[in-house]
């Protein structure tokens, strides 16, 4: 997309000034705009391209195991702070655009004969990560769901539009000082800005938000909770389908009952090399257990995926480990 390319290029120049056009409340463990970890963060997160990262997966639906493959998409944007969209324009109004670090998480998986196709978005500052804008949608053969988290000072506005009935509607949240999203988790973990999110061998517990994902499947109310965050004394290696990893490990235990884990890469820019979510032991009903996911890291990829929509670019997702989707039928047979 051409109109794309150009607005990259205009926000790059832009992005150090317009980051600090919005103000929210710094999450716990962020860093600040400046120094040595700003200057690291923004020549390799301003270079026009996106992280890919590709994994074999594993979730629980329907009380059963499901395998499918997921993907981490990360790459900043130029973002409206008055309309929670990404700025076409950002050059014409920058005491209202700041640059947003994005992740799209998509997740794909079979369940008998129909499949689902799931992504989280989540559109954070990356001043200091905190939240604007997250939004999940779901499409699966009973039909669509779609829920819009909107991030403000006081309160969470939170707008769900589903194809059953009694679950549309709008609802609002209090904010929390401190806290965290778990779809959030997969930023604030990585230390993109050079600060550690905890020190080996610290733990904090914060206000804890369930991800829109893991509540659609198990059908269960936005609220918030509490959450235990420790990250384990020593580093682990880890072996992925993407090779061998030195990692930080971190575990949180939501109150819900949950586990999870994040083996998180130590070297710069320390991705997702592996996440697991272990589900409550006293989980309850046909769906108590449903959402509980994981992930290993089957390949990852610096591209402006963008531009990459012609036929045969499907080649691209080799390096990410995963598969295209199915090759369209052939002709129907004729009758004789």
Known sequence: ???????????????????????????????????????????????????????????????????????????????????????????????????????????????????????????????????????????????????EMIFEQRRITDRTYSYFEGESGYRTLPSREGGVLEDQLLILLRGLRGADYLKPGESRIVPFLASPFYRRLGHREAGWSLASIERLPA????????????????VVKPRDGRVGRFDVERVYPHRIVRWSWSPPAKAQGAMGRDGCDSGELAGSKRLPYWQLNANGNEAYLRDLGLLPGAPAPGPAPRGR
Not at 107 to 120: E, H
Not at 235 to 244: H, I, S, W
């Open 235 to 250: 580093r682990e290696a880890v072996l992925a389908p993407a090779g061998r990893f030195e990692c930080d490990v971190y």
């Open 1 to 147: 997309m051409e109109r794309a390319r150009k607005n990259r290029l205009v926000f790059v120049a832009v992005a150090l000034w317009a980051a600090g056009a919005a103000v929210a409340p710094n999450p716990a463990g962020a860093a600040d705009a400046g120094g040595a970890g700003a200057r690291v963060f923004e020549s390799h997160w301003q270079d026009s391209k996106a992280e890919l990262d590709g994994y074999r997966y594993r979730v629980i639906r329907y009380g059963q195991e499901r395998s499918g493959q997921a993907l981490m998409v990360f790459v900043t944007e130029p973002w409206s702070a008055s309309r929670h969209v990404k700025a076409d324009h950002p050059e014409r109004n920058r005491a209202d655009t700041f640059e947003a670090l994005k992740l799209n998480f998509v997740r794909d998986f079979q369940t008998g004969i129909y499949d689902y196709n799931t992504m989280v978005s989540v559109f954070a500052r990356s001043r200091d990560f905190s939240l604007d804008k997250v939004s999940f949608s779901a499409m699966e053969w009973c039909g669509n769901v779609y829920e």
